[in-house]
């Protein structure tokens, strides 16, 4: 008996209630176990509502959602989200936001402050653990925002365009930052992006939507082996799958 995957949705729809309009229609996708898939599509597909609806913050008008082959309704411990918009609690110290999950699950103080330290460090922000986010630049927040995902030690880690906000220079920086933490404490990551270099260059395959109401207009394997580093986003064969990406999205728009 084969293994199943340890994410699966079957034929998700969403539907705006007001207006009547399907955001994204029979969305199905299997996503292995410590599998780094990312999702990009134009805006308004319903890319974060799919996240949303799969963390449990949503619910969708049809389809089902498992892990580990077991269907799943609402939030549950197993999955974490990080959002673009930071969405730090700005009365909160640094290492009290990355601890707020672990308070949230009834863990005891000095533990919770513990495995808060632990991941403050994964991120880069030692030094900075009784800083204010007010105190911390885009990238520092968006650190906070990671070690706070990471330290519930999710099975799934749902990431909604976290570093779409940020300069291009801490962009890349993260990029980078998050192939290491990734390789050092591997989760299954489901990532949402609008930018198709930063897909490629995170992502072990790469989900391509249509426009509303969305459906799978492609499903791309990528060819790069691991560790990656900066070099590869110059190099022909990822120049190549850009192509073959900005084509799709490019047609797909047309034809809507």
Known sequence: MSTPPKLRTVGLTRR???SGLTVFQDLSIDVANLE?????????CGKSTFLRIIDGLDDPDAGTIEIDGKPVKGPGTGRAMVFQGFDLFPWRSALDNVAFGLEMLGMNKRERTEIA???????????FETSYP??????????????????????????DEPFGALDLQ???LLQDE????????????????HSIEEAIYLA???????????????DIRVPFERPRDEALKTSSAFLEIRREIWG?????????
């Not at 780094?36 to 308004?44: H, L, T």
């Not at 330290?117 to 030094?127: A, F, H």
């Not at 998050?178 to 992006?193: E, Y």
């Open 16 to 18: 705006y209630a007001s």
């Open 36 to 44: 780094f898939v990312a999702i990009i599509g134009p805006s308004g």
């Open 117 to 127: 330290q632990r991941y403050i460090e994964m991120v880069g922000l030692n030094g």
């Open 134 to 159: 007010h105190q911390l630049s885009g990238g520092m927040q968006q650190r906070v925002g990671i070690a706070r995902a990471l330290a519930v030690r999710p099975d799934i880690l749902l990431m």
């Open 170 to 172: 801490t962009r890349d």
């Open 178 to 193: 998050l192939l290491r933490i990734w390789q050092t404490d591997p989760k299954t990551v489901l990532f949402v992006t």
């Open 204 to 218: 072990d395959r790469i989900i391509v939507l249509s426009p509303r109401p969305a459906r799978i207009a492609a």
């Open 248 to 256: 799709l999205l490019k047609q797909e728009t047309t034809v809507s």
